[in-house]
């Protein structure tokens, strides 16, 4: 009976068990927790990648990547589309977490995972590096044009360590003030960067110390809102490109 108890169980929606151990956040917190995952979707060649990944098969490992051929046919535009919408590398992500509390009202030290059991993997993330200056004009015209920066994008930035985009963010944060992983993106450059301001403050012992959780976070507040962007503004005067 235990067994087929547990089979049960496995067959209920993740939601529900969860609701039936945690409580629930509110509805403003669950908005904001599904936006924080919304990926942005490039127009570039859309289709015709879409119609590739689709004739994919994973490997032994549960790769899933395009040949180098079929790969090498793209354009630098379509592999920008391909990257930002289909991590190569198979790397299982520990377990799920129970829902976080008033998560529109916090400032995480990380950006959330932007594909789940998948990465990128090696030729993807040096095609970011190696196209730094491309990538990034095209994710701000992206941007520009649906007025939001996905997870896919965050995470991106970030593995450029495109410090340059910095400015550019920061007029895009200043518009509604309502992407706080934008704050979250600043905090990980600081602290990618070991820019040492930040490394002796107190905010970072809080959320990047040897003592900090993997879920660590700052309040949202006006306070804390100011000093993230004084901040990184002095870091981006003072880095030495």
């Known amino acids: 009976?235990?067994?087929?108890?547990?089979?049960?169980?496995?067959?209920?929606?993740?939601?529900?068990?969860?609701?039936?151990?945690?409580?629930?956040?509110?509805?403003?917190?669950?908005?904001?927790?599904?936006?924080?995952?919304?990926?942005?979707?490039?127009?570039?060649?859309?289709?015709k990648v879409k119609e590739m990944i689709a004739k994919i098969q994973p490997d032994a490992d549960e790769a899933e990547a395009l040949s180098s051929r079929d790969y090498l046919s793209?354009?630098?535009?379509?592999?920008?589309?391909?990257?930002?919408i289909h991590p190569e590398t198979y790397a299982q992500n520990c377990d799920a977490v129970p829902p976080v509390m008033d998560e529109n009202k916090k400032i995480f030290s990380r950006i959330p995972s932007s594909f789940g059991d998948f990465i990128w993997s090696k030729r993807q993330a040096d095609f970011l590096v190696e196209n730094k200056d491309s990538v990034c004009a095209l994710i701000k015209e992206s941007a520009l044009r649906s007025k939001r920066i996905g997870c896919n994008y965050k995470e991106a930035i970030l593995e450029m360590n495109a410090?340059?985009?910095?400015?550019?963010?920061?007029?895009?944060?200043?518009?509604?003030?309502?992407?706080l992983d934008l704050l979250t993106v600043f905090l990980q450059l600081m602290e990618q960067n070991k820019y040492e301001p930040f490394m002796k403050s107190a905010s970072w012992k809080k959320l990047y110390s040897e003592n900090a959780s993997y879920e660590a976070y700052l309040d949202y507040n006006s306070a804390n809102e100011a000093l993230i962007l004084q901040r990184v503004t002095d870091f981006y005067k003072n880095y030495k490109r």
């Open 163 to 179: 410090v340059e985009m910095i400015p550019f963010l920061v007029d895009f944060y200043n518009r509604d003030k309502k992407d």
């Open 74 to 84: 793209l354009s630098l535009r379509e592999k920008f589309t391909y990257h930002m």
């Open 1 to 47: 009976m235990k067994f087929l108890f547990l089979g049960l169980l496995s067959l209920l929606p993740f939601r529900t068990l969860l609701a039936q151990e945690y409580p629930m956040p509110s509805k403003e917190s669950m908005a904001y927790h599904e936006a924080r995952f919304r990926k942005s979707i490039p127009p570039y060649g859309l289709a």
